[in-house]
């Protein structure tokens, strides 16, 4: 049974940091590429960070680069998300997902499979 388990998120006032996770189990964690998408309310979910299957590639969206960093250990297969300098409008629920073997992006929900059941993030101004 595939299970992704998000944890870490909360309250936290602008300008501070939090730090996700997201404990994979059912698949083998290492062969897949991973991503962190987010839905605020009334909005569509969006992609917000991802990692190659060994780490050595990362994809971030604009509005966070410079501010996030999405990592992995697959030793212990769980993949993370610092994210720093939050503002109010990362508010959101945050997923982690597995990304398809035969992907050819990054960056759409539909190159992902199998979802967590999200995290919430509020960031208060």
């Known amino acids: 049974q595939v299970q992704l388990v998000e944890s870490g998120g909360g309250l936290v006032q602008a300008g501070g940091s939090l730090k996700l996770s997201c404990v994979v189990s059912g698949f083998t964690f290492r062969t897949y590429g991973m991503g962190w998408f987010r839905q605020a309310p009334g909005k569509e979910r969006e992609f917000v960070a991802a990692?190659?299957?060994?780490?050595?590639?990362?994809f971030y969206a604009d509005s966070v680069k410079g501010r996030f960093t999405i990592s992995r250990e697959n030793a212990k297969n769980t993949v993370y998300l610092q994210m720093n300098s939050l503002k109010p409008e990362d508010t959101a629920v945050y997923y982690c997902?597995?990304?398809?073997?035969?992907?050819?992006?990054?960056?759409?929900?539909?190159?992902?499979?199998?979802w967590g059941q999200g995290t919430q993030v509020t960031v208060s101004s």
């Open positions: 997902a597995n990304r398809k073997l035969s992907g050819r992006t990054y960056y759409a929900p539909g190159e992902y499979t199998y």
């Open positions: 990692i190659s299957w060994s780490g050595s590639s990362t």
